[in-house]
């Protein structure tokens, strides 16, 4: 009877807390803070109250010898590790979802926002694995039979420790190449990348995997190890800007300074130029043409995608219909 009473007296106080803590949230903040608070209490309210019940209750069992008092007791403290595992996980949980309100979903957003969307997620994944861990080896440890087994998973020592991580060496290596490039700031989500000679943007970035979103809506998934080992372009590494490049075959006759006023007309009248820089040059000769290359700046990748495609069919166009004299031919001499 005593300890019913205890229960439905400390439920009875959560119930009361939470709704000063409303309160308190609601007036007291001024709604400079609700947008975190609020979110903090209503999702922290149930393993709150579940950590205040089994801590009152681990003080207010008495210390019997019965083997139902032990059992009972036993079962406090399991709850008691449990439940103040929840409370942090779901705590980390809500600062990420806060974090992640407060950045802007634009992908072309400035380079700082991005890279504190890429480190968040991997940080708060990291951490609520050590929390888990930890919470499984303090409850491993209330039991006799396997308190050194306990043991082993909190100092990450032991045999099965070892065995443990030879097994998982490779999603190992994964999680904290993703540590990796989450800090190491070579990849953010959004940034434009080419890999394996595939474009496309940073989707998501995750412990052991990136997500890249290809061109043509495809999801390439590559083990973060990739980019720890393995070469990539990034073609926003330092801003958002990228340059597109456009090669094309003419003949020698063709006239570069007529190309270059074609060239400009089409990058000037085209919505995806930002504004920025634009050049026409050539880039190579061989005994049949000549290699022109057109750049120009776009906001982002998508955009400079779409330019590219533009200025190769104006010019390609301009050529066939204008001057298809300047197209590439191949010539012989006929010697009788």
């Not at 039979?145 to 097994?167: E, H, K, M, N, Y």
């Not at 906001?299 to 533009?310: K, T």
Request: with cysteine.
């Amino acid at each position: 009877m005593r300890t019913a009473l205890i229960v439905v007296a400390v439920l009875g106080a959560a119930a009361v807390v939470d709704w000063v803590l409303g309160v308190l949230v609601r007036r007291l903040a001024h709604g400079r803070y609700t947008w975190m608070l609020e979110p903090l209490r209503l999702a922290c309210r149930r393993p709150a109250a579940a950590f205040l019940l089994a801590g009152v209750l681990y003080y207010a069992l008495p210390m019997g010898t019965a083997g139902w008092q032990r059992s009972l007791r036993h079962a406090v403290v399991i709850a008691l590790f449990a439940s103040g595992a929840w409370l942090v996980i779901k705590a980390l949980h809500v600062a990420e979802s806060v974090a992640f309100s407060r950045l802007p979903d634009d992908p072309v957003a400035n380079r700082r926002i991005r890279r504190a969307r890429t480190q968040i997620r991997p940080v708060r994944r990291l951490t609520v694995a050590v929390i888990t861990i930890v919470a499984i080896g303090l409850i491993l440890i209330t039991f006799r039979p396997v308190r050194l087994f306990g043991v082993s998973v909190l100092t990450s020592a032991g045999v099965v420790g070892a065995l443990i991580g030879l097994s998982a060496r490779t999603a190992l290596g994964n999680a904290f190449a993703g540590v990796q490039v989450a800090f190491a700031d070579g990849l953010n989500v959004g940034d434009v990348l080419v890999v394996d000679g595939e474009w496309g943007r940073v989707e998501e970035v995750k412990l052991t995997n990136v997500v890249i979103r290809l061109w043509d809506e495809r999801m390439l998934v590559l083990p973060t190890t990739y980019f720890t080992e393995r070469p990539f372009q990034n073609w926003t590494r330092n801003e958002s800007r990228v340059v597109g490049k456009v090669e094309i075959h003419v003949d020698h006759t063709a006239d570069l300074y007529d190309l270059r006023r074609e060239a400009r007309r089409l990058v000037e009248s085209s919505p995806l130029w930002d504004g920025g820089q634009w050049v026409l040059q050539m880039i190579d000769s061989t005994p049949q043409t000549v290699v022109i290359q057109v750049q120009a700046t776009a906001a982002d990748g998508a955009s400079a995608w779409d330019l590219r495609c533009d200025l190769r069919e104006g010019l390609v166009g301009y050529l066939r219909d204008h001057h298809p004299q300047w197209l590439p031919r191949t010539r012989s001499q006929y010697q009788p």
